[in-house]
């Protein structure tokens, strides 16, 4: 099983960035996403989940309609639109695969992850 997320780096307040977590090894499609997301000090938080159908999609409060979460299960592929960034989205970003979608919002839910990709949102 592997998640591959990449996609981040630095972008100044009020930019964009758009997160990819190429997906291999398990059936994708059956999967529930989520991205998690961890700053310096902080515990690991749930930011987005996307169900097998891309219907039902949940947010964290904080992302405010400025994250967009999508998939494209002929791809094996999860994405993260980001816009209107804040320093405070500052964060390492980790794509995770769950097989359910009760408690997406707890990190236990979910059975992989991947590597981890960094956002910096400074001017």
């Known amino acids: 099983v592997q998640l591959q997320a990449s996609g981040g780096g630095l972008v100044q307040p009020g930019g964009s960035l758009r997160l990819s977590c190429a997906a291999s090894?398990?059936?994708?499609?059956?999967?529930?996403m989520g991205w998690f997301r961890q700053a310096p000090g902080k515990e690991r938080e749930f930011v987005s989940a996307?169900?097998?159908?891309?219907?039902?999609?949940y947010y964290a409060d904080f992302v405010k309609d400025r994250f967009t979460i999508s998939r494209d299960n002929a791809k094996n592929t999860v994405y993260l639109q980001m816009n209107s960034l804040e320093p405070e989205d500052t964060a390492v970003y980790y794509c995770?695969?769950?097989?359910?979608?009760?408690?997406?919002?707890?990190?236990?839910?979910?059975?992989?992850w991947g590597q981890g990709t960094q956002v910096t949102v400074s001017s």
């Open positions: 995770a695969a769950a097989p359910g979608v009760r408690y997406y919002r707890r990190r236990s839910t979910y059975d992989y």
């Open positions: 090894g398990f059936t994708f499609s059956s999967y529930v």
């Open positions: 996307i169900l097998w159908n891309a219907v039902q999609i």
